[in-house]
Every structure is written in structure tokens, then in C-alpha cells.
């Protein structure tokens, strides 16, 4: 991924979908987000380590929050789950997470 242009709102989104045995089908489960961005003294840098992320309930991901990933690239993607969390467009699975470990070579 070296050819990739890194921003401040860079993430991966986690798609967690589940079987349901009864509907024999594959439902929507739920979701996390990792940024992938951190600023230090104006530069931007890949966040590496391990990282325990919440878990939304449901899915697929929001569309406002897509918009906002893929239109603006300075945006603090953790403000706006937090506002989004705050203004019910989303809900936390519980205790559930999702650990995801990021790597810089």
C-alpha cells in the first residue's frame, strides 16, 4: 500500500456479518472503524499498534458517515462517531469489540 495517500480521516472499516441458522441467511451483524491517522506536529502519520475498537450494532456502515470519510479528508473521524453515538444515529453492540493490530514496515 506504499502508492496510498495517507489522510486525516484514512480508516478501515471492519463489516462483521453473521449466519442466522433459523432465516438461513447471512445477516448484518455489526461494524468498528479504525483510523488509520495520526497528526504530530502538523505531519500525519500511520497509527501502528493494537487497538481494541468498539462494536456498532447493525449495517451495513451509514451513509453519512461514508460521505464524510470519502469527501473530507481532514475530518476527525473519531469526533464524528463520537457525535454520531452521542445524537443516536448509532449504537454500541454492548461490550462487544473488535481487536485489530496495524503494522508499519
Known sequence: MSDVTLHRS???IFDIKAYDLKKEKICNFGFAILPLAEKRDELL???SGVYKLPLFKGGPVPK???????HEPNAVIEETVTD??????LT???????????VDR
Open 10 to 12: 484514512s480508516v478501515v
Open 45 to 47: 502519520y500511520l497509527q
Open 64 to 70: 453519512n458517515l461514508l460521505s464524510k470519510i470519502e
Open 84 to 89: 454520531m453515538v452521542q445524537n443516536k444515529e
Open 92 to 102: 454500541l453492540f454492548g461490550n462487544g469489540y473488535v481487536i485489530a493490530k496495524v
